[in-house]
């Protein structure tokens, strides 16, 4: 048995990137860990969804908890710090944001982590967590300094592949609204920066359940819950990794070194 920990920025980031690859190791008899940095206290939920005296810190931790259960985690530890919203907005500037806390700091409190449970392999973001949300590059930061305190041999950036994206939205423009803010020529990495391109076609109804217990984040996965399933997988059928320390070369990896 190998040890898989994801390190992940807010409650629900974990399904796109990393679900299928958490379902699939769970599966084969490895251990799996999630490790969310922050509350994803600042994420937009719809009017109404929230209980009298119901906080959205609490019920994001609750629809973690369901997730995490749907993708095979065996243990999951919410680190709990404020969660640092969009660069430029007033709660970037909160001081106990995970994003302006110490990466040291953290990175002692991830590293205790990696070392009580021998993790094997973990997963983080890249340098531009993906899209540049302060708290998914504080990720990468945290996640590779971790590693060093830890020893943690295996490290492996979640990322998305910009030239896939591109081809899905040449094919399907209505996945692309007119009112987008991402910039596909920033979004993701181009493709000959990857060196792992994992198929977990077959965990993608999974991966819909997990995106469905997320009920706060509809406005994220609204336009995928009623999607067929064969569209589905080709959107997420493929998680994709850069391995820290390997150069990407013409033959991509199929797996995780579990």
Same mark, same amino acid.
């Given at each position: 048995?190998?040890?898989?920990?994801?390190?992940?920025?807010?409650?629900?980031?974990?399904?796109?990137?990393?679900?299928?690859?958490?379902?699939?190791?769970?599966?084969?008899?490895?251990?799996?860990?999630?490790? #969310?940095? #922050?509350?994803?206290?600042?994420?937009?939920?719809?009017?109404?969804?929230?209980?009298?005296?119901?906080?959205?810190?609490?019920?994001?931790?609750?629809?973690?908890?369901?997730?995490?259960?749907?993708?095979?985690?065996?243990?999951?530890?919410?680190?709990?710090?404020?969660?640092?919203?969009?660069?430029?907005?007033?709660?970037?500037?909160?001081?106990?944001?995970?994003?302006?806390?110490?990466?040291?700091?953290?990175?002692?409190?991830?590293?205790?982590?990696?070392?009580?449970?021998?993790?094997?392999?973990?997963?983080?973001?890249?340098?531009?967590?993906?899209? @540049?949300?302060?708290?998914?590059?504080?990720?990468?930061?945290?996640?590779?300094?971790?590693?060093?305190?830890?020893?943690?041999?295996?490290?492996?950036?979640?990322?998305?592949?910009?030239?896939?994206?591109?081809?899905?939205?040449?094919?399907?423009?209505?996945?692309?609204?007119?009112?987008?803010?991402?910039?596909?020529?920033?979004?993701?990495?181009?493709?000959?920066?990857?060196?792992?391109?994992?198929?977990?076609?077959?965990?993608?109804?999974?991966?819909?359940?997990?995106?469905?217990?997320?009920?706060?984040?509809?406005?994220?996965?609204?336009?995928?819950?009623?999607?067929?399933?064969?569209?589905?997988?080709?959107?997420? @059928?493929?998680?994709?990794?850069?391995?820290?320390?390997?150069?990407?070369?013409?033959?991509?990896?199929?797996?995780?070194?579990?």
């Amino acid at each position: 048995m190998s040890v898989l920990v994801c390190f992940h920025a807010h409650p629900d980031d974990e399904v796109f990137s990393t679900g299928g690859t958490m379902r699939s190791a769970a599966d084969a008899g490895h251990r799996v860990v999630l490790v #969310t940095a #922050t509350d994803g206290a600042l994420g937009e939920y719809p009017d109404g969804l929230l209980a009298a005296g119901e906080s959205l810190t609490s019920r994001r931790r609750d629809e973690l908890e369901t997730s995490a259960e749907l993708l095979g985690a065996h243990r999951l530890v919410m680190l709990g710090y404020p969660d640092s919203g969009m660069a430029g907005t007033p709660e970037n500037q909160n001081p106990s944001a995970f994003a302006n806390v110490s990466v040291d700091h953290v990175a002692q409190r991830l590293a205790e982590i990696l070392v009580d449970e021998g993790a094997d392999v973990m997963t983080i973001y890249d340098s531009n967590g993906g899209y @540049g949300h302060p708290d998914h590059i504080q990720v990468h930061h945290v996640g590779r300094r971790a590693a060093e305190i830890a020893g943690t041999a295996h490290v492996f950036e979640s990322v998305v592949n910009r030239d896939h994206m591109r081809k899905l939205i040449e094919a399907r423009p209505d996945w692309d609204g007119e009112d987008s803010s991402v910039d596909i020529d920033s979004f993701g990495v181009p493709a000959d920066q990857i060196t792992v391109a994992l198929d977990v076609g077959d965990q993608i109804e999974v991966k819909r359940a997990a995106m469905v217990a997320h009920a706060s984040q509809i406005g994220d996965f609204g336009p995928f819950l009623e999607m067929p399933t064969d569209e589905l997988r080709m959107a997420f @059928g493929v998680e994709w990794y850069s391995r820290v320390g390997s150069a990407p070369t013409e033959l991509m990896e199929t797996g995780l070194p579990l």
